[in-house]
């Protein structure tokens, strides 16, 4: 079955530094998305990308974030300069066209730790 | 921005009977609901869905139900079992916000046997 595959497993970056967290979507999928989840807290949409451009994105997603398709299989998530407070899981996921879009698929996750 | 609430932190059921886990929302936009499941040290997985055009629909064991005028959604497990032992997220999206998940803050279910 296809699935949604991101690495590194587990970063580890200093404060201030820039960390790009990748993913590679279920192939035949158009909709891209990332989210993150600090320890305890809820799941917290960031941003949405279809047809190369941001869809929407949250009020988190301020300008140390970007995202980049960079070629056919990878979506990429950059954090220009990390902050504690970055520390989270990083989750990609990706849907299809039509009726499925809403169904969004998820990977298992980048654990970011900012120190 | 509490939009998508679950207020039961926590369901233990045993084996074979029903689990129902509850969902509340306020955002009358929401128009598409969805079940995730979430083992840890895993994403979430996704379990079920609903448009709002629907009060009903049924995957398997799955079956979540939808009650727009109470803002309010359920998913019942039938029968549960001990591999369902995980957290539950209902999450919705709205044309306002398409594609925009706002999930819930989650329901960890344990199955005894």
């Known amino acids: 079955e296809p699935e949604v595959t991101q690495t590194p497993s587990h970063q580890v970056t200093q404060m201030g530094q820039e960390v790009i967290l990748r993913c590679v979507p279920i192939s035949n999928h158009l909709y891209f998305y990332w989210y993150r989840q600090i320890l305890g807290q809820k799941v917290e949409f960031l941003v949405s990308?279809?047809?190369?451009?941001?869809?929407?994105k949250s009020e988190i997603f301020d300008d140390q974030f970007s995202v980049e398709r960079p070629d056919g299989s990878n979506f990429t998530l950059k954090i220009r300069s990390t902050k504690l407070e970055d520390s989270a899981m990083y989750f990609c996921?990706?849907?299809?066209?039509?009726?499925?879009?809403?169904?969004?698929?998820f990977g298992p996750g980048t654990r970011l730790t900012v120190t | 921005d509490q939009q998508v609430k679950q207020n039961s932190p926590s369901l233990s059921v045993q084996e074979g009977r029903i689990s129902i886990l509850n969902c509340d929302y306020t955002?009358?936009?929401?128009?598409?609901f969805l079940w995730y499941k979430k083992y840890p040290a895993e994403g979430p997985t996704f379990l079920i869905s609903?448009?709002?055009?629907?009060d009903k629909n049924e995957d398997g064991r799955f079956t979540v139900f939808l009650n727009k005028s109470a803002k309010h959604l359920s998913l019942h497990i039938v029968p549960s079992q001990p591999g369902d032992s995980a957290v539950y997220f209902c999450a919705a999206s709205g044309a306002d916000s398409w594609g925009k998940l706002q999930f819930g803050a989650g329901t960890q279910v344990v199955v005894t046997p």
């Open positions: 996921a990706s849907s299809d066209l039509g009726a499925g879009a809403y169904e969004q698929y």
């Open positions: 990308f279809y047809n190369n451009e941001i869809s929407e």
């Open positions: 609903i448009s709002s055009i629907k």
């Open positions: 955002n009358s936009m929401f128009d598409y």
